[in-house]
Every structure is written in C-alpha cells, then in structure tokens.
C-alpha cells in the first residue's frame, strides 16, 4: 500500500527548524480554541441561546477532522512545504470572514474552514518524526507537543482577555496578523521534505482502510486519545458557563485564565516524550489515563470552589497530554514511511472524540449542569481506562 522508503538525503532536525515548528504548532492550534471562552458574549452579540453558541465550537472541531481525513495523508504525497504554505492561506481567509461575520450562520461556516485548514500542526509534527533520530524521536515530539499544548491552553486566555477587553471580533483580526507572520516564517526557513508515496490520491486514501485493518496498536492509540480528547473538551467547552453562575459570578477572562494553569501541565510535556524514548509506552498511557479520571473526580467536588478547579485543570491537562504522548510515539513507530497516515488515522478520531465530548457536554450542561459534565468526562475516562487494560494484558500474553 506504500512505495518503498528510500535512504536519499533529508534535511536534519536542527534546534532552529525544532522551534519554529514549535511555534507555528502553537499558534496555529490557538485558531481552533480562540472562540471557546468568546462563547457567551458571542451568543449575546447575535442574541442566541447558549446551547446554539457552543455550535460554533462543535462545527469548528469537525471542520479539524475534515482538514485531518482528507488533507493530511497529502503529506506521504505530495512536498511538505508547498503543502503547508498553501493551508496558511485559506487559514488567514477563514480568519478574516469570522472577524467580519454578520451572522452566527457565515461565523460558523467561517469557523469549520478554519477548523478544516488549521491542521498543519499535524502536518509539522510527522515531519519532525522523520527528521529526528530515532533514540531521541520522543524528546523532539515533547517539545513540539509543548508547543501545541500550550497553544491550545494560552489561547483561552488570550481570548478571553482580548474579548473582556477589546470585543471577541478583535481576538479574529489579531489571529489574521499572527498566521500573515508566521507564514514568512514558514516559507523563510522551513526545509522542504519530499514525500515517500507514489500512488494516486485515491489509493492513499483507501490505504488509511487497509492501516486500521492491520495495525491494532493504532486503533488502540486511537481509541484512547479520542475518549481522553472528549472529557477534556467537555470541561473546557462548558467551563464559561459554570464561572457565570452566581458562586463565581466571572466572565470570559477568568475561563480564560484557567489556560495559564494548564499550560503548567502542558510544561510536562517535553518530560512525558523523554519517558516515552526510555519507560513502556503501554504502561505509562496507564498512568496517564489514571490521571484523567483522578481530575474529574476532584472537579465533581469543586462546582464552588477556584482551587479546586486549578488543581483539577493540572492534572487533567497533565492526564491528558501526557496520554497523547505516548500515542504518537507508538503510532510514528510503526511504519515510517505512513506517518502522516498513521497520524490522520488517530487525530481524525482524536477530533471526532473532541467534537462527541463538546456535543454531549452541551446536552448534559442544560440539563444537569455541571454534575453532568463531570459524569461524562468521568465515566469516559473509565471506558478508557478498562480498555487499555485489557489492551495490556493481550499485549503482555503476546
């Protein structure tokens, strides 16, 4: 289903190449998170319910799985670069219109196209795998994967102290500014990698089919981020709200600023790809997932109380990085020359996870509010937990 790896010369991973990935990873993810915290006063600019502002949330994460399934595997096919550069520009298109969207219908049309073009972290990402040396894969995917953590944690908070102070339209026109530059820089000093996949579009598309056939260690890896991915966008999706309420009494900034708790979590992350390199990746996604689960048990107690809900965003952030993590480093170890395909398959269902999670989230919130909230990124977190035990124990008999 793939050509044959060839030993022709690529560029080296070097400490330059490594940050600017890392910061294009960071500030490209942002574009996807930007509007959770802008929610509610999103909501009371188009005079809409709560319920028909977190759509716009929902829609933006299945345009992100759109951009994985049917633009990523492109990366096996066609030159990196090229690729990546002309994402940028649809991205900053997208940008624009939801900066001037006189509708909630065009700003969420607008937010799945920004959804669907701001998956080139998941192109830069397979692309550091393959130019990094194999004994140090893990560290190198850490510091990107801080990168994206903390982009996707800091840019609640960016937004929502842009949008307390400025108006949630002005968080959209700096975002346009920022992939503008982050574009030059790209196109500067990125290198070029060619690809490794000779077939046609069709055929590296319906060898994603054949990948899930036969790779049980990627449809586990799969299984797991994509249930860990649904918890923590429940909480995050839902979280405006619960800081509204009268125990709280707060707005978009302070929602906001809870990304500054998570992105001491997501610090962990260049420690988690060390341990990935050295430590069993089985048994440290264990470790991890106990983590999740932990989080949510100490948010179920903490519906009126701030410290509780800090140390709660620590160790989900933590639970929840760290298990993505060891993932990749066990799907980029499987067939080097399918990374990007391997990785379409366990971030498509990453996101399609992300997407249930804000979805049922926004069911139980009207209904049960935050109780239920907890209930669903709990018992999530046992579902995976259980079958990543079970994964186990096939894996240690085989």
Known sequence: MTATHTSKDHPHLTKFTLWIMTIATGLVVANIYYNQPLLADIAHTFNITDKKAQQLSLFTQIGYASGLLFIVPLGDMVKRKRLILIDFVLMILSLLISAIAPSILILTIAGFLLGLSSIIPQLLIPMAAHLAKPHERGKKLGFIMSGLLIGILLSRTLSGFVGEHFGWRSMYYIATGLMLAMWLMIFFFLPEVEPDYKGNYKKLMTSLIHLIKTQPKLRMAAFRGALCFAGFSAFWTTLVFLLKQPQFNEGSAAAGAFGLVGA???????????????????????????????????FYFSSNSIAGLIIGVIIL?????????????????????????????????????GASGTFLASLLWKNYQWTGVCAIGGGLA?????????????????
Do not use: C
Not at 322 to 329: F, L
Not at 332 to 353: D, W
């Open 264 to 298: 001491f979590g997501a610090l962990a992350a260049g420690l988690m790809g060390r341990l990935s390199d050295k430590m069993n990746s089985y048994k440290l996604s264990g470790y991890t997932l106990l983590l999740v689960l932990i989080s949510y048990v100490v």
């Open 382 to 398: 046992i579902i995976a937990l259980a079958a990543h035990l079970l994964s186990y124990q096939k894996h240690v008999r085989n």
């Open 317 to 353: 952030d933590m639970g929840v990085q760290a298990t993505h993590i060891s993932n990749q480093s066990i799907i980029f170890a499987l067939i080097p020359e399918a990374r990007n395909r391997l990785n379409t398959v366990y971030m498509v269902s990453y996101f399609i996870g």
